[in-house]
């Protein structure tokens, strides 16, 4: 059945209404967009500042198109915004399940938003987990609905009986692709049972494209933890890589490149390690639950995690080794082009450094109007790029942001360079064949990420 089917809609009622628990960077463009296609939808969030800029047609993250999007079905009253759950026909939890200090998962969040919608619901609604969790978290969930609703009968209990449908489906989008992915991408969809699947099922055909895939409760929430263990474990190896390479004096990436010419072989990029709220995190989620089973998983994460106080050694050393110089760390966001800070390696490279070097480190990020006050209470200065490449005599590139792409190689002569994302790289040798002479132009420090040239 194709997206937006008035079919696939009135399998719900005339007016489908759904609550959307959590409006962050899944929670937002997701009501946005059921919004966009037929649904009533009521936001809700716990922060006082989100609902009032969302019930004002505004975004709180940024995020290509959002904006538009949001806006328009604020202003047509398909969107509202709203502090607490409303009775509706399907309930969506998309709240953060951050790591303890302990990287045990915490699911403090899930349950309180389950709490908060246990009042709310009546029979036949839908009840659909999206946050990253532990397995068997939704089976939990079904059960702690049942014990604060007895009037119900959930499927954790009867899957025959059940008059409430409880599923997990994990979004699997990504950060400045989300109204795209979330469209796009296939889903995974396990109910607590087969009825639960197919009503789940049937809910997100109203929005998706990509194929609804359904499965059980379980098998979705390891889906979703293995989605990300993979990715980290390949960035692992990416990484480790690069200190042999640097160790041995070659250039990583055209190691890399070149290998990645063989028809099986498809090696991520290093970097200064690995950051946002999901691949630094989702792994230990696996480890947690079976750390006798997991080494590879858990030491994926520890070199990962190592990248970044390797990177942080090497500046450290050269700021030592360069007592007159300033260095200036250039992004601190966790990836290109977006205003994400959360589990950045970047900023906590630069974090390290400010604390110890003070007003001797400068930041450059164009994508953050304010730096946080870990960088600031620190000593360290907010600078543009034209200001950093005037007054800072070692560059420490931490993120492949489009700016600092366009800096022109002859801006780097006379500096010392660190550029962990391998953007101001030698060509390797075939593209560089008839112009070796113009390849080193600059001091590199390093060949974590950078040609020796
Ligand atoms: N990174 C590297 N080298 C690479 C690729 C990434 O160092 O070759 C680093 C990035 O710089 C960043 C981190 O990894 O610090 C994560 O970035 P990412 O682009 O790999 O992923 P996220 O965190 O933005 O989104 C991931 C995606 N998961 C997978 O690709 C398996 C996305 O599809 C998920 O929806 C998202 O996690 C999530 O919410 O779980």
Redesign the pocket.
Known sequence: MSNNDPRVLSMFNDEPTACVVGLGY?GLPTAALMASRGWRVFGVDTNPRIVEKVALGKVHIVEPNLDDLVQKVVSLGRLRATDEPVFADVFVITVPTPLAASKQPDCAFVVSAIRSIAPKLRAGNLVILES?CPVGTTAEMSELIASMRPDLCLPSRSAAAANIHVAYCP?????GRILIELQENDRSIGGISERCTERAVEFYETFVKGECIGTTAAVAELV?LS??S??DLN?AF?NELSLVCDRIGIDVWQVIELANHHPRVKI????P????????V?PWFLVHSAPDLTPLIRTAREVNDGKADYIYQKAHHLLDENSNERVACLGIT??PNIDDLRES?SLEIAERLASKFKSRVSIVEPNVAQLPSCLTDAGAQKATLEEALTSCGILLLLVDHDEFRKVAREELVGKVTIDTRGIWKSPTLSASMGRRSNVRHFRMASTVGSAAG
């Open positions: 899944i990253t979004e699997r989008v990504l950060p979703k989605e990300n993979f990715r960035i990416a991520l990029q290093p970097g390690g690995v950051g946002g709220h999901c691949i630094a989702d966790f990836k390696p």
